[in-house]
């Protein structure tokens, strides 16, 4: 009997115990959460990325609009230990008088700095395709020097830690309370801004001057001017660059760090690219084609390239004057979202009804196995991958025709709807011709394209030679453009531009050739070979030019991103279809 009491005993200690733990933990709930990306906010200015306390790169998580960032990233930017105790479920950050830190993920190499995500790339990939299950965790407590610290919403509801694969994450709203700043999601920016309130009056002064100057080229630049001489056309371009300049000149408000950084970039670019070369009378006496074939033309057609230039570029691309304007934007959507005094603003345009923006075209998909002659095409896997992403297709008879060798238009189409994701570009109408010998070309606006953007370039003489080969080393020199190596800067121009890159190619990119070790690239390439060199181009990293850390300089560094994820915005290759005969 007594061991039948000693068993009863035992099992309601067991049920007490059992209760009591679920007691301690019933404040506790699994939720839904999504990953927020990009990964940065602006903090006062300054771009910041996401660590954890064992210096793993984190994503920005978002729940009931909401976003979440890591206990460690909070203690960097107040320059306090900050610290998580699983066991007693508590938040402790103590001030230590260190400097703020921020991560600025599109400045620094995480290589070096080891800023790895701790899940690993493949499954960063699901979490953003699929959300993540994070833990609510209400009944974890926060202490900031000694003192409890409650965080609400601004409409007043609790807002409770998160717990994510053993990291904690605040509320952002809640770690800029303890700067004593405030934060603004942008959603239409997919941005997160800690910003001073005492800072937003001279921003305002600085962005109203700033949006005047825009307004002032785009004006210059959408009047259809009858232009009878090159002193008319230099005329207008002055008052442009006047305007520009101007913009160099505002006085720099306080706090604004990322986006004058940004202004002071794309001004330089629009002076020194879009604008300068084209004003003095004398510019026929250039080292570049591209200028003396420009002054050889009419005032009226030199005007018309201009504005494609500058505001007509697809959606897809965007050009330096449509950049500043886009800056300006968002600068003014802070400032007008900051009067609402509510952490999550909606696109101020949610709800309008808008006038539909020209889409660029549909991908237009061809199968690969109907070609007549699929079974003989050796680079079976590229040239279905790329006809599934809308970048290649066969002959007018049907055919693929895979040793037939590539012309210089078909390579500027290839290339072109490579870097448009496979769609076709907006091309105007009636486009003004770049080349002397393309007018009325089936390629015409695929070339005119792809020179605006640097990705192609003519033969010195004014002219593009559209039916001309193609050899494997010239489409090797279009592909790195493509990907983001600018010749000028890689010194792929000049007498011995073709040895320079087949050097890139081997010591910086090697994976362009895979497949094609055996292939002459001083010959013309063929069809099939041109789609594996395009094939292998998907899974390289794009050559991303950047803001430096320091001064208000540009350099290139890899994107964190493949071509496929970075144009294409798919994670992983299509599924190749059985081949024919096979």
């Not at 300049?245 to 004058?260: F, G, K, V």
């Not at 909606?346 to 070609?371: H, K, S, W």
């Not at 803001?547 to 294409?568: A, H, M, N």
Request: aromatic share 10%; glycine share 8%; net charge negative.
């Amino acid at each position: 009997m007594k061991r039948i009491y000693r068993f009863l005993s035992a099992c309601l200690c067991a049920a007490l115990a059992c209760c009591w733990t679920l007691a301690f933990a019933a404040g506790e709930q699994t939720v839904h959460a999504d990953i927020r990306s990009p990964w940065w906010v602006i903090v006062k200015g300054t771009q910041a990325g996401f660590v954890d306390d064992q210096q793993g790169r984190r994503e920005a998580i978002a729940y009931e609009n909401m976003v979440y960032i890591p206990l460690a990233t909070v203690g960097l930017w107040m320059g306090a230990d900050a610290r998580w105790d699983a066991d007693t479920n508590a938040v402790t950050i103590t001030s230590n008088a260190a400097e703020p830190v921020y991560y600025r993920p599109k400045d620094l190499d995480f290589d070096r700095l080891d800023l790895k995500r701790p899940e690993g790339d493949e499954q960063y990939q699901l979490d953003m395709k699929n959300g993540i299950d994070v833990l609510l965790c209400p009944d974890v407590t926060v202490t900031v020097d000694g003192q409890i610290k409650t965080f609400v919403s601004d409409g007043g509801t609790p807002l409770c830690p998160l717990l994510f694969r053993e990291c904690i994450y605040l509320p952002v709203s809640g770690a800029a309370q303890l700067l004593g700043l405030k934060a603004l999601w942008l959603e239409q920016w997919n941005t997160v801004d800690v910003y001073d309130p005492d800072a937003l009056e001279a921003i305002g002064t600085y962005v109203t001057a700033l949006r005047g100057h825009l307004d002032d080229v785009r004006m210059l630049l959408e009047k259809n001017y009858a232009l009878d001489s090159d002193e008319e056309f230099v005329e207008y371009m002055g008052q442009i660059r006047a305007s520009v300049q101007a913009i160099q000149s505002l006085p720099e408000p306080p706090d604004m760090t990322w986006y004058l950084d940004a202004v002071s970039f794309y001004t330089q670019h629009l002076l020194s690219d879009d604008i300068e070369p084209y004003l003095p009378l004398n510019a026929i006496a250039s080292d570049s084609p591209y200028i003396n074939d420009f002054w050889k033309r009419s005032p009226d057609s030199k005007w018309r390239m201009i504005k494609e230039t500058l505001i007509s570029k697809p959606k897809d691309v965007t050009s330096n004057f449509l950049s500043l304007e886009k800056i300006c934007t968002q600068c003014e959507d802070l400032l007008s979202c900051a009067g609402t005094n509510v952490f999550f603003c909606p696109d101020p345009g949610a709800g309008e009804v808008e006038t539909p923006a020209i889409q660029p075209g549909e991908v237009v998909v061809v199968d690969p196995t109907r070609f007549t002659d699929s079974a003989s095409i050796a680079n079976w896997d590229a040239v279905s991958t790329l006809c599934g992403l809308g970048v290649i297709s066969g002959k007018e008879n049907g055919c693929f025709d895979p040793g037939g060798t590539v012309t210089r238009a078909e390579a500027a189409k290839m290339i072109v709807l490579m870097s448009t994701g496979g769609r076709e570009p907006d091309i105007p109408a009636d486009p003004v011709p770049l080349f002397s010998d393309i007018h009325g070309h089936w390629a015409e606006g695929y070339i005119n394209f792809g020179s605006m953007f640097n990705i192609l370039d003519g033969g010195g003489d004014g002219s593009f030679d559209p039916d001309g080969e193609v050899t494997g080393i010239q489409f090797a020199k279009l592909c790195l453009g493509m990907l983001g190596y600018d010749p000028a800067v890689y010194q792929l121009t000049g007498s011995a531009w073709a040895s320079h890159v087949d050097a890139l190619v081997r010591h910086t990119v090697p994976d362009l050739y895979e497949e094609l070790e055996a292939v002459d690239m001083n010959a013309p390439i063929s069809r099939e070979n041109a789609a594996q060199m395009l094939y292998n181009a998907l899974g390289c990293y794009s050559n991303m030019r950047t803001f430096s850390e320091s001064g208000r300089i540009w350099e290139y560094k890899p994107s964190d991103r493949t071509f496929l994820q970075e144009y294409f915005q798919i994670e992983t290759l299509p599924e190749v279809p059985a081949q024919p005969g096979k």
